[in-house]
């Protein structure tokens, strides 16, 4: 059994940093202490965009993959991204608007996807809606 750090978004924003390019990523997470293991590394991703709940778990996702590595089922639990709403994400309104291109999960609230690209929208920023399709 193996534990490895992911999700699309953070994988995303890690692969930009080791490539020279800061990003900012603004997520939710529970009050786990291996978040904040990750968040004090020295190469760590900019943890301003943070929001951290104390009553809910960080979105985790299990997964069996067959011998030749392909997904044989998996189960997540995804309900803390609930917490990254058109409020907590409007903080952040400068920096959208400013960022070259703006990414996001498609597990966030539906209104707050439309607040993301209303806002790049008037400042014509390219964005990109990161789908994930989970196997039935």
Do not use: W
């Not at 900019?46 to 778990?57: F, K, R, V, W």
């Amino acid at each position: 059994m193996q534990l490895q750090y992911g999700g699309v978004g953070r994988n995303i924003s890690e692969g930009l940093l080791r490539l020279g390019k800061p990003s900012l990523f603004i997520t939710a997470t529970g009050p786990e202490q291996t978040i904040q293991s990750i968040l004090q590394s020295k190469d760590s991703l900019d943890g301003s965009g943070l929001c951290q709940i104390e009553e809910a778990t960080t979105a985790t996702y299990g997964v069996i993959l067959r011998s030749n590595g392909e997904v044989d089922s998996g189960i997540g639990d995804m309900e803390i991204h609930d917490h990254i709403t058109t409020d907590r994400v409007s903080k952040f309104k400068d920096q959208l608007q400013s960022a070259p291109i703006v990414c996001f999960d498609a597990n966030i609230p539906k209104k707050t996807m439309h607040y993301v690209c209303e806002v790049c929208g008037e400042a014509q920023v390219p964005g990109k809606l990161i789908y994930v399709h989970l196997l039935p």
